[in-house]
């Protein structure tokens, strides 16, 4: 039997056999290299062979993380079909917009998105849907199940396959947090690239078993590191839903090995909160990463007093993800950056007339190019065409190096606002804010002014049974940062508004809390 060089599970099925490749804990279930790729090889052939799916056709996943979507993600890889990941926290609305625009044959789901799938199914006119959690309460005529599929068929030949490295193997659409989702074109050699990349700074490998505690859906839960993981012949456990003290367990328990893990600031600011937090050890953990916002300092200083650095990383969908990465020695060293670039990228940071910015502390955009580059946006080349210069990849982020060559992220161009002529970056402001300990979370925005065209407004949720006045907060920054940095005003909010993989929507903030 021969393989291709991007069939990771079939190369791992024979080369490590026996040894456990995936952990879902969701389910209870396991997997060896040799289970998961016969599933995985199965699927594939019931996907060709029974439903028609062949090479170029998309094949939409809603649902909770589970090991079966790391497997349809590999059906995919091996037909040549490409897996369209799909946020499950979106209304239907927006669903309905992603799947017109992937148009999808089938429609991949479990048990709590079933209503959801059936109105979709409907809605786009997608020919099948497959449950893996039971037969369907709506539709049941057109459902399949997950589970009965995999024994209908024998395993597909993978060596048949002509694939390249250029093609592309997932559509994933961007978080839409502001404007319609756009879906980045992501192939085998960008996934590839990636995992490369992560050697260096995250020391992926045979021997890491990673926690996936973000969605699945998005870049950072499946890229970060559980295809780098699948890759070098590494272990995934994966978590159905992020709680945090489920999640600091794991972190904690030297019997479930973890050495890997990456999260958004938010998961690492709710485990840091969880009662159980004061006393933990973690004596498996190797690596933990942190990207999706800048870090906050007060953040990062909690963790590495209990002995693990957060290597704060950059990274975008487009990009597969990583671009930059602190090594763990420099994390908390170099408190607030964002890293040295990949090996395997090239970045640069550009002024407002696409000039690059060579002096340390000046701020300008950063743009990325490499292989690790998606080749652009489905069916959009306008979009496609006005993100790229040369090659170059535009990303939105506002960027500065220091005199080391190290790059810091200071913020989205777009969350930055102008305060008498002075650039603000909220993230600068919130991390000062961060530093008292009365704060369970705090997002900067502006809001207009007459005198000033912007001033800054703190919206601050308290931990529970803490206190703390609007003047206390104003005050602390007054001593912390220059004045056209002070925010004008506080509001105290139950909750601040996350996306699906914890990013604050800064875009509710100002529709709710943006006016004068």
Known sequence: MSTKSFDWLAHHAQVRGESEAVVDLGTGRRFTWVQINDRTSRLAAALTDELGISRGDRVAVLANNNSNVFEVQFACWKLGAIFVPLNWRLAIPELEYILNDAKPTVLVHDDPFDHTAAQLAKLVDIEHRINWDGTSAEGSDRVIDY???????????????????????????????????????????????????????FKVGVDMTNLTLLPLFHTGGLNCFANPAFHFG?????????????????????DHGVTHLLGVPANFLFMSQDPGFESATFPTIEICGVGGSPTPEPLIRTWAAKGLPLQQGFGMT???????ALRPEDAAVKIGAAGRPAMHNEVRIVDDEGNEVTE???????WVRGPNVTPGYWNKPEATAESFTDGWLHTGDATKTDDDG????????????ISGGENVYPAEVESVIYQLPEIGEVSVIGVPSEKWVEVGRACVVLK??????EKSIIDHCRENLARFKVPQSVIFIDEIPHNATGKVLKRELRDAYGQP
């Open 360 to 366: 340390a502390g000046v701020v300008g955009e950063l």
């Open 464 to 469: 529970e049974g803490e206190a703390l006045d």
């Open 234 to 254: 590494g272990r995934n456990i994966v978590m159905r839903d992020f709680e945090p003290s489920l999640g600091l367990e794991y972190l904690t328990n030297a």
């Open 406 to 417: 190290f790059f810091y992220i200071i913020d989205r161009w777009k969350d930055m606002y």
């Open 147 to 201: 589970e009965d599929l995999l024994v209908s068929v024998d395993p597909f030949d993978s060596s048949v396959s002509s694939l390249t490295h250029d093609d592309p193997i997932t559509i994933m659409y961007t978080s839409g947090t502001t404007g319609r989702p756009k879906g980045a074109i992501i192939t085998h050699g960008m996934t590839l690239w990636n995992a490369i990349n992560c050697v260096e700074f």
């Open 318 to 324: 487009e990009t597969s993800p990583m671009v930059l």
